[in-house]
């Protein structure tokens, strides 16, 4: 096995340009008269964000966004409290929680003082909104409202969040975190024309997040890469070239609802650098003459939420344990330029979340989340991802 590992700083690297990267939704082009929660409690609510959406086309040859919706209160915090929403048998309220008893240093969620454990709570819910965009994914076409997938289910009355989508032999499959104090579970929905989603069941259990289905099977299985979280992690020994933390590891399924763990691990964080300290899926892989593309993210600890950029990785069309190449420099970083118009709606800043991947003849266009907040494309040259 071969493995190039990102090396040096990425500040010192030139960012990577393409003539086609901007926004293409924001905050402001959603109309919360048609939300879900729509007349359910009284409070104002917001788009905190509309950003990190899953990708594909669609059967018209058009391209659609699912993208996530996070819906805020307007004034969480009145009356000694912070409030946050939760779904409850087909209907949206508040919950209150007294200041005294929370931490509110993250905008996108508090924590609960006092546990034995980390306990939080969000300051808003998601729901995934179907975006219908022209070919090459600038240009809205629809928004369809009346197809938005929302929380069913107790195990989802925090929200569903973040779709990552595959077209496999016909079929449209898309998974998202499903948020609850149940569990925080990974869903599975599926489609025959990929706008009318149909929910399948949970696929994975407990902060197994950025669940990424690999668009075709591979020796008559379903493959995905899987990202397992948690508070502890065991330390390579000293001199390894790996640094302990998450990483994206691999599963298998015979039938999408069951899936075992892969023995052989995935991509992990490389010693080297501390911009991949912290890793995880972004664009389902897609088969490509040199093997499956696999974009990324790696995250640079820094202050609450750190730097998220987007690096390649490059598989064995029959192994995907077997990494055969993994770009030296981000692929995509965020890019302050493009959110100028919209920074004062922002919460937080330096992170690019790439979620999407489609074919378009001599490119791919890229879907990221930029800064939590937005939508971005990106149409990136196939050329750039070859071997070396």
Known sequence: MSHTAV???????????FPVDRLVLTPDDIDLARSPMAGHFDAETYVLGAFNPGLTRLPNGNLLMMVRIAEALREPIHDGHIHAIRWDAG????????LDMVDT???????????????????????????????????????????????QHPFQCYGVEDARISHVEGRWLMTSCSVSPERHSTTLYSSTNGLDWTFEDIVLDHQNKDMLIFEGRIGGRYWAQTRPLGSLYFA????????????????????????????????????????????????????????WLSLWHGVEPREIVGVYRTYWSLLDRDDPSRILHTGNRPLLDPAPDLTA???????????????????????????????????????IPKSLFRRL
């Open 105 to 151: 240093a993250d905008p996108r969620k508090f924590a609960i003082l006092g546990g034995g454990w980390p306990v939080m709570a969000l300051t808003s819910l998601s729901w995934l909104l179907p975006v219908e965009f022209d070919p090459d994914g600038l240009r809205v076409e629809a928004i369809h409202y009346d197809r938005a997938v929302a929380p």
């Open 236 to 291: 390579y020994p000293p001199g390894s070239e790996w640094k302990a933390g998450p990483s994206i590891n691999l599963a298998t399924s015979p039938d999408l609802l069951h899936w075992k763990p892969h023995r052989e691990p995935g991509i992990r964080p490389h010693s080297g650098t501390v911009a991949t300290a912290r890793m995880g899926g972004g664009a389902p892989p897609i088969l490509t003459d040199e093997g």
């Open 91 to 98: 209907r949206y309220g508040l919950d209150a929680w007294p």
């Open 7 to 17: 090396t040096g700083q990425p500040d010192a690297c030139p960012r990577l340009s």
């Open 341 to 379: 118009p919209i920074d004062h709606q922002m919460y937080v800043h330096g992170v690019v979340f790439t979620t999407g991947i489609a074919d378009a003849g001599d490119h791919y266009v890229v879907a990221s989340g930029e800064a939590d907040l937005a939508c971005r494309i990106t149409h």
